[in-house]
């Protein structure tokens, strides 16, 4: 199983994010922003970090990479690709899911552990999520506060888009509608969600829960690789 | 740039006329204009420690894990298995009260360039921060600003923040301190040095363009005291850009991974013309400029702009001919701009050519030489004065260890409830939660993160291995003012004893000299006595310092700061874990206290608080007594014989007692021998103490391990329940071996209180809690 | 060929959320102002463009504030001359 | 007493480092746009005032962008009408 890790220009979760899913049991590679070939990934990730200084808008100017197109084709493909914080926010402006992430309610960069209930377990990226089990993991962003109209959103909760939100004492962080912190495409295959599992994937950080997401999604994409 | 009859060139550059005879000797005729510019930003205190020289040569360096010491960009002290640290304290004060969140950005942004100068990867950045009273509207722009910048440009990099220390003090209203530290690591095998070898070989500047932000910055900044004429002398404020940062930090590990380098150099203060200089002087070669071939960002500019220039995110990489293909080409591939703008020659001279050179160097026909200095009367030949120092007339010398100290106001006593004190003390804005700041700092980002802020030092594990890096700053500011020498000894203790509490060796240190203006003596003579306190700390202590950062000028018109030598030091668990960490782990361990305080209030919290006898001194600091209580905190880690550890110091032992019991979730049931008076007991801050907890089955093995280090231990207490209750004993009973202590009256309060009262303590002295005056300009993007 | 300075004026839609507009409102009354309200915080982006006409250029900024400049998700633009002519706002 | 709406629109200052307008530059060749460039990024503030006259409204709007919405250090400000007026940018 191949997880390419993307490399923008500012990303900066990209070696945590290669060093976490090897441990998950990939092969791990990086793929450089410039290049449009995936070179065999059955899973794409997008780090976290400052794409292009987050300039303009976060995510705004990594869209335009020449391997997003790969990854879009990739995902049109039914191929996983996981976004994590900034990677979510390359994923909402490039429109691989739904929603957009606006500047947090505190208008503050956020650093913290958060809590995660997590909505649903027939997922790619949660099928290893033990029933009732809710997930510790930090948080580090500034504009990570989920938005969509009303209407969307409702349309958004009926076709089960909603993956993970916010719970438990340490609330929500950013202001985000409904306590919203991952989203998945309307096909279930392309995830975009800000806190960092990379960060909690290993008892010594603090937590490993995110190595149940990250499992998760080795497994489901070695199991899928094999259909394709 | 001219000069006018009134005020010559030289002088209106921060050039005295002692200088300018030293200048003319060196150069053997008079210097030209952009000479001129070139040795007023060489010859500034920030750049040639023109008077802090003679003092920093007492300090005490050798040792045998030391990589590299100081006059390199940083300190690299070896951790074994091929590896080592590099570490460095600067500070960023005056660009910091200008413009708060890009002069703090910038600070740590040059900190950084420092750490990957060196070829080390920075892995945590700490932040030293002073401002003056919480309550004043302008020390609230202050901060915001300052941590927004710390934040924004930390964040953005992609360096976890781990620490740092947020202090009010009045001395700092007009003179904020912004001191950044920053630890890189690195494979020994690849250190690589600020150099310029092998002539014939090219320099090739890197990373952004230059423009004409903080034209004379370090000179004219960092060596002036803030007042009306500081005014006008304020240059362009540089503004950072850490995304530019992030790609130079890469680029550059780049480089040197594949040996593209035979010597790479930041570029910081005093710009194109330091990094030249240096370069050249450390080598014992010579540079030619092209000036020419410099990137610039505007049009127009003066070749002495281009020379001075402080634009921020550039290196200046030496390099054999042949790779030079190979070097542009990976700034290429992380989008930097680089440019081919000099060579090293074998004449000793920094050059300035405009009109081109030839690959030896030397102009081509038709060229012009626009300045032709001596590397070395630069940098390392640069004038050293010799300035005045004179203790003031009125002052309290440190007390001797062990001597009777005369008792002195002790609210407790005076009916005053101890339990409201120690609210009032957890809330107070030097001693609360810091939750505000670091929330705003991504601290795991890197995943190495294993302890972060908020209590103790910063640990980060060593991937690979299974050793862990703990690092901690700190200064004190209200000691030193008090006392400039004891201060900062007692800075270089307590920074110690925060790294020896998790189980660590405390490595080496870095420091950072924030004083007054060294053409006052009373100033510089109290940065001899801060020298003189970290030379005496770490020689008892065994500790090098590896290097550091001086700021002095550090004045206004209302007055100078206190005399503040933050010190930065790096410890080395070998295993992580063995890591020892601050909170209570389980109900009914005993809680021991390990060292003996002495009285004296003088320069606490406490102190601040409630108003003390002003005649009250500081307490003493014992070296010998600190370096033993190290020696025994490391081995009873090792034996795995503390369940927790936690240091006495700001709000004393109380303070430390209730960190300990709500960080854990656990409460205590303590009885604290009387000796002093109930306020120094319970709220002084003699240095030299640990609180710890214990397994009681291990607790003898402990004692016998504290004998032999010769440590007094003492057993205050046992874990358990949600409530922290302080039992004072009675002086007659203060040497009864154990427990019951005759009551004098207990502090008894929830944990939850305690809690709140911590945790609601900033935001509120900062008005934040309240909703308070939010600014939309530029720092917030 | 001649060049063109635009300036792009990105704002929040209205009904979207605006956190910073909402912000410095509330610090008003910290600075004794109380005659300002409806506050909406936006970007304005500068920008010059080589094209042989007016139109070719305006065409160009159009297509970078539709794809770039803005989210239209979120936010609306307008666009005007910011040299000599229409220089304004 | 009347409501006037203004416009603020706050740049970084000539010759101060804009890295935003930078990166946006960086960029353009992604979008296959080569004909854009010395872009400068800023920020628009809109904004309500009530007062007695536009001349009290306007020098409430000059306050507030100096002490508020801009950084006089690193930025540089101008204010235009954005109500039916002086509408424009
Ligand atoms: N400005 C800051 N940035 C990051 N961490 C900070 C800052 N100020 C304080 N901290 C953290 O808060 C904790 C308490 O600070 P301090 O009171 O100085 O600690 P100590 O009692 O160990 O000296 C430490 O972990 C310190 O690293
Ligand atoms: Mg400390």
Same mark, same amino acid.
């Given at each position: 199983? *191949?997880?390419?890790?993307?490399?923008?220009?500012?990303?900066?979760?990209?070696?945590?994010?290669?060093?976490?899913?090897?441990?998950?049991?990939?092969?791990?590679?990086?793929?450089?922003?410039?290049?449009?070939?995936?070179?065999?990934?059955?899973?794409?990730?997008?780090?976290?970090?400052?794409?292009?200084?987050?300039?303009?808008?976060?995510?705004?100017?990594?869209?335009?990479?020449?391997?997003?197109?790969?990854?879009?084709?990739?995902?049109?493909?039914?191929?996983?690709?996981?976004?994590?914080?900034?990677?979510?926010?390359?994923?909402?402006?490039?429109?691989? %899911?739904?929603?957009?992430?606006?500047?947090?309610?505190?208008?503050?960069?956020?650093?913290?552990?958060?809590?995660?209930?997590?909505? *649903?377990?027939?997922?790619?990226?949660?099928?290893?999520?033990?029933?009732?089990?809710?997930?510790?993991?930090?948080?580090?962003?500034?504009?990570?506060?989920?938005?969509?109209?009303?209407?969307?959103?409702?349309?958004?909760?009926?076709?089960?888009? %909603?993956?993970?939100?916010?719970?438990?004492?340490?609330?929500?962080?950013?202001?985000?509608?409904?306590?919203?912190?991952?989203?998945?495409?309307?096909?279930?295959? %392309?995830?975009?969600?800000?806190?960092?599992?990379?960060?909690?994937?290993?008892?010594?950080?603090?937590?490993?829960?995110?190595?149940?997401?990250?499992?998760?999604?080795?497994?489901?994409?070695?199991?899928?690789?094999?259909?394709? | 740039?001219?000069?006018?009859?009134?005020?010559?060139?030289?002088?209106?550059?921060?050039?005295?006329?002692?200088?300018?005879?030293?200048?003319?000797?060196?150069?053997?005729?008079?210097?030209?204009?952009?000479?001129?510019?070139?040795?007023?930003?060489?010859?500034?205190?920030?750049?040639?420690?023109?008077?802090?020289?003679?003092?920093?040569?007492?300090?005490?360096?050798?040792?045998?894990?030391?990589?590299?010491?100081?006059?390199?960009?940083?300190?690299?002290?070896?951790?074994?298995?091929?590896?080592?640290?590099?570490?460095?304290?600067?500070?960023?004060?005056?660009?910091?009260?200008?413009?708060?969140?890009?002069?703090?950005?910038?600070?740590?942004?040059?900190?950084?360039?420092?750490?990957?100068?060196?070829?080390?990867?920075?892995?945590?950045?700490?932040?030293?921060?002073?401002?003056?009273?919480?309550?004043?509207?302008?020390?609230?722009?202050?901060?915001?600003?300052?941590?927004?910048?710390?934040?924004?440009?930390?964040?953005?990099?992609?360096?976890?923040?781990?620490?740092?220390?947020?202090?009010?003090?009045?001395?700092?209203?007009?003179?904020?301190?912004?001191?950044?530290?920053?630890?890189?690591?690195?494979?020994?095998?690849?250190?690589?040095?600020?150099?310029?070898?092998?002539?014939?070989?090219?320099?090739?500047?890197?990373?952004?363009?230059?423009?004409?932000?903080?034209?004379?910055?370090?000179?004219?900044?960092?060596?002036?005291?803030?007042?009306?004429?500081?005014?006008?002398?304020?240059?362009?404020?540089?503004?950072?850009?850490?995304?530019?940062?992030?790609?130079?930090?890469?680029?550059?590990?780049?480089?040197?991974?594949?040996?593209?380098?035979?010597?790479?150099?930041?570029?910081?203060?005093?710009?194109?013309?330091?990094?030249?200089?240096?370069?050249?002087?450390?080598?014992?070669?010579?540079?030619?400029?092209?000036?020419?071939?410099?990137?610039?960002?505007?049009?127009?500019?003066?070749?002495?702009?281009?020379?001075?220039?402080?634009?921020?995110?550039?290196?200046?990489?030496?390099?054999?001919?042949?790779?030079?293909?190979?070097?542009?080409?990976?700034?290429?591939?992380?989008?930097?701009?680089?440019?081919?703008?000099?060579?090293?020659?074998?004449?000793?001279?920094?050059?300035?050519?405009?009109?081109?050179?030839?690959?030896?160097?030397?102009?081509?026909?038709?060229?012009?030489?626009?300045?032709?200095?001596?590397?070395?009367?630069?940098?390392?030949?640069?004038?050293?004065?010799?300035?005045?120092?004179?203790?003031?007339?009125?002052?309290?010398?440190?007390?001797?260890?062990?001597?009777?100290?005369?008792?002195?106001?002790?609210?407790?006593?005076?009916?005053?409830?101890?339990?409201?004190?120690?609210?009032?003390?957890?809330?107070?804005?030097?001693?609360?939660?810091?939750?505000?700041?670091?929330?705003?700092?991504?601290?795991?980002?890197?995943?190495?993160?294993?302890?972060?802020?908020?209590?103790?030092?910063?640990?980060?594990?060593?991937?690979?291995?299974?050793?862990?890096?703990?690092?901690?700053?700190?200064?004190?500011?209200?000691?030193?003012?008090?006392?400039?020498?004891?201060?900062?000894?007692?800075?270089?203790?307590?920074?110690?004893?925060?790294?020896?509490?998790?189980?660590?060796?405390?490595?080496?240190?870095?420091?950072?000299?924030?004083?007054?203006?060294?053409?006052?003596?009373?100033?510089?003579?109290?940065?001899?006595?801060?020298?003189?306190?970290?030379?005496?700390?770490?020689?008892?202590?065994?500790?090098?310092?590896?290097?550091?950062?001086?700021?002095?000028?550090?004045?206004?018109?209302?007055?100078?700061?206190?005399?503040?030598?933050?010190?930065?030091?790096?410890?080395?668990?070998?295993?992580?874990?063995?890591?020892?960490?601050?909170?209570?782990?389980?109900?009914?361990?005993?809680?021991?206290?390990?060292?003996?305080?002495?009285?004296?209030?003088?320069?606490?919290?406490?102190?601040?608080?409630?108003?003390?006898?002003?005649?009250?001194?500081?307490?003493?600091?014992?070296?010998?007594?600190?370096?033993?209580?190290?020696?025994?905190?490391?081995?009873?880690?090792?034996?795995?014989?503390?369940?927790?550890?936690?240091?006495?110091?700001?709000?004393?032992?109380?303070?430390?007692?209730?960190?300990?019991?709500?960080?854990?979730?656990?409460?205590?049931?303590?009885?604290?021998?009387?000796?002093?008076?109930?306020?120094?007991?319970?709220?002084?801050?003699?240095?030299?103490?640990?609180?710890?907890?214990?397994?009681?089955?291990?607790?003898?093995?402990?004692?016998?391990?504290?004998?032999?280090?010769?440590?007094?231990?003492?057993?205050?207490?046992?874990?358990?329940?949600?409530?922290?209750?302080?039992?004072?004993?009675?002086?007659?009973?203060?040497?009864?071996?154990?427990?019951?202590?005759?009551?004098?009256?207990?502090?008894?309060?929830?944990?939850?209180?305690?809690?709140?009262?911590?945790?609601?303590?900033?935001?509120?002295?900062?008005?934040?809690?309240?909703?308070?005056?939010?600014?939309?300009?530029?720092?917030?993007? | 060929?001649?060049?063109?300075?635009?300036?792009?004026?990105?704002?929040?839609?209205?009904? $979207?959320?605006?956190?910073?507009?909402?912000?410095?409102?509330?610090?008003?009354?910290?600075?004794? $102002?109380?005659?300002?309200?409806?506050?909406?915080?936006?970007?304005?982006?500068?920008?010059?463009?080589?094209?042989?006409?007016?139109?070719?250029?305006?065409?160009?900024?159009?297509?970078?504030?539709?794809?770039?400049?803005?989210?239209?998700?979120?936010?609306?633009?307008?666009?005007?001359?910011?040299?000599?002519?229409?220089?304004?706002?």
């Amino acid at each position: 199983m *191949r997880a390419g890790v993307v490399i923008f220009p500012g990303s900066n979760c990209d070696r945590d994010a290669l060093h976490a899913v090897a441990l998950a049991g990939a092969d791990a590679i990086p793929l450089w922003h410039e290049d449009p070939d995936l070179h065999g990934a059955d899973l794409v990730i997008l780090p976290g970090g400052f794409s292009y200084g987050d300039y303009l808008r976060a995510g705004a100017l990594a869209r335009f990479s020449p391997v997003m197109r790969a990854v879009a084709e990739h995902a049109a493909a039914g191929g996983l690709v996981l976004g994590i914080c900034n990677g979510f926010q390359v994923l909402a402006e490039a429109g691989l %899911v739904p929603g957009v992430l606006l500047r947090n309610a505190s208008l503050r960069f956020e650093h913290g552990w958060v809590r995660l209930a997590v909505e *649903r377990r027939d997922t790619p990226f949660t099928a290893l999520v033990p029933d009732g089990r809710t997930l510790r993991m930090p948080i580090a962003h500034g504009e990570g506060c989920y938005h969509l109209p009303d209407a969307e959103l409702d349309a958004l909760e009926a076709r089960g888009g %909603v993956l993970f939100r916010y719970a438990g004492p340490e609330g929500n962080p950013n202001g985000s509608a409904r306590d919203i912190a991952g989203v998945l495409d309307a096909r279930g295959r %392309v995830c975009g969600l800000m806190p960092h599992p990379e960060r909690a994937a290993e008892s010594i950080l603090g937590s490993d829960d995110g190595m149940l997401l990250l499992r998760s999604l080795v497994t489901s994409a070695a199991a899928s690789g094999v259909a394709r | 740039m001219s000069g006018t009859a009134a005020t010559p060139l030289h002088r209106a550059l921060g050039v005295t006329d002692e200088e300018l005879a030293a200048i003319v000797e060196r150069l053997g005729r008079d210097p030209n204009d952009l000479e001129l510019a070139m040795f007023s930003v060489m010859w500034s205190e920030h750049c040639s420690y023109k008077s802090s020289k003679p003092l920093l040569r007492t300090l005490p360096t050798g040792g045998d894990d030391v990589v590299a010491g100081p006059g390199e960009n940083a300190g690299v002290m070896s951790i074994g298995d091929g590896l080592a640290v590099a570490f460095k304290l600067e500070s960023h004060n005056h660009p910091s009260a200008v413009e708060p969140y890009q002069g703090a950005a910038t600070g740590v942004g040059g900190i950084l360039r420092d750490i990957f100068t060196m070829g080390a990867r920075p892995i945590a950045i700490l932040d030293g921060l002073k401002f003056g009273d919480p309550a004043s509207p302008r020390t609230r722009h202050l901060v915001r600003g300052v941590v927004r910048g710390v934040g924004g440009y930390g964040n953005c990099v992609g360096v976890p923040t781990v620490g740092g220390e947020l202090v009010f003090h009045p001395s700092y209203a007009e003179n904020p301190l912004v001191n950044v530290m920053a630890v890189g690591l690195l494979e020994e095998r690849l250190l690589t040095l600020a150099a310029a070898p092998g002539p014939g070989n090219l320099c090739i500047l890197f990373g952004s363009t230059t423009g004409r932000d903080g034209i004379g910055g370090a000179s004219i900044l960092a060596s002036a005291t803030f007042g009306a004429e500081g005014q006008q002398k304020r240059p362009t404020v540089q503004v950072g850009d850490p995304f530019a940062e992030k790609l130079l930090i890469e680029a550059s590990l780049e480089l040197i991974e594949q040996g593209l380098v035979e010597g790479l150099q930041d570029l910081g203060a005093a710009g194109i013309t330091c990094a030249v200089s240096e370069t050249a002087d450390r080598a014992k070669t010579g540079i030619a400029v092209d000036l020419d071939a410099i990137p610039r960002r505007e049009e127009g500019m003066e070749p002495f702009e281009v020379m001075i220039s402080e634009s921020q995110e550039r290196m200046l990489a030496v390099v054999l001919p042949e790779k030079a293909e190979a070097v542009l080409a990976v700034c290429r591939r992380w989008g930097l701009p680089a440019a081919t703008i000099g060579r090293v020659t074998a004449d000793g001279l920094i050059t300035i050519v405009s009109g081109g050179i030839a690959d030896d160097g030397s102009p081509l026909p038709g060229a012009r030489v626009l300045a032709r200095i001596p590397a070395a009367a630069l940098t390392s030949d640069a004038i050293v004065h010799a300035r005045v120092a004179s203790a003031p007339t009125r002052r309290r010398p440190a007390p001797a260890p062990g001597l009777p100290v005369r008792q002195a106001g002790s609210l407790p006593e005076r009916g005053m409830d101890s339990g409201a004190v120690l609210l009032a003390l957890l809330a107070d804005a030097n001693l609360a939660s810091r939750a505000w700041v670091t929330r705003q700092y991504d601290a795991t980002v890197g995943t190495d993160t294993v302890e972060a802020s908020e209590r103790a030092a910063g640990v980060i594990r060593v991937k690979g291995t299974r050793k862990g890096l703990v690092m901690a700053t700190d200064a004190n500011a209200r000691v030193g003012r008090i006392d400039p020498w004891l201060g900062a000894a007692m800075a270089v203790a307590e920074c110690a004893r925060n790294i020896a509490v998790t189980g660590a060796r405390p490595l080496g240190v870095t420091n950072c000299l924030n004083y007054g203006s060294p053409e006052r003596p009373e100033a510089f003579w109290e940065l001899g006595e801060g020298v003189r306190g970290i030379a005496d700390a770490c020689r008892a202590l065994g500790l090098p310092v590896t290097g550091g950062n001086v700021s002095l000028y550090n004045e206004s018109l209302a007055g100078a700061i206190a005399p503040t030598a933050q010190i930065g030091i790096v410890g080395l668990l070998d295993e992580l874990d063995l890591l020892v960490r601050p909170a209570f782990r389980a109900a009914g361990d005993a809680v021991v206290l390990l060292g003996s305080g002495g009285a004296g209030l003088g320069g606490s919290i406490y102190a601040e608080l409630a108003g003390i006898d002003p005649d009250d001194p500081p307490p003493a600091l014992d070296l010998a007594a600190e370096a033993a209580l190290l020696r025994l905190l490391r081995e009873a880690a090792s034996a795995r014989l503390l369940r927790s550890a936690q240091d006495v110091s700001g709000g004393g032992l109380a303070v430390a007692l209730a960190e300990c019991a709500f960080w854990g979730g656990i409460g205590a049931d303590c009885a604290v021998p009387l000796h002093a008076s109930p306020a120094d007991d319970l709220f002084g801050e003699a240095p030299g103490r640990v609180v710890a907890s214990v397994d009681p089955a291990r607790l003898a093995e402990l004692r016998a391990l504290a004998e032999r280090h010769g440590v007094p231990l003492r057993r205050i207490g046992t874990t358990g329940g949600d409530r922290l209750r302080i039992a004072l004993g009675d002086p007659a009973s203060a040497t009864a071996e154990e427990g019951a202590v005759a009551e004098h009256g207990a502090l008894d309060r929830t944990l939850a209180e305690l809690r709140e009262a911590w945790e609601r303590g900033l935001p509120r002295a900062l008005g934040e809690d309240a909703g308070d005056v939010v600014s939309v300009a530029s720092e917030e993007r | 060929m001649s060049t063109y300075r635009f300036a792009v004026s990105v704002m929040p839609k209205d009904g $979207i959320l605006d956190p910073q507009g909402r912000a410095v409102e509330g610090s008003l009354p910290h600075l004794g $102002i109380s005659a300002v309200h409806a506050i909406r915080v936006g970007r304005r982006v500068e920008l010059s463009v080589d094209a042989a006409g007016e139109a070719e250029a305006r065409a160009i900024v159009e297509r970078l504030a539709g794809e770039l400049l803005a989210n239209p998700v979120i936010e609306s633009w307008t666009i005007a001359r910011a040299d000599g002519e229409g220089r304004a706002g």
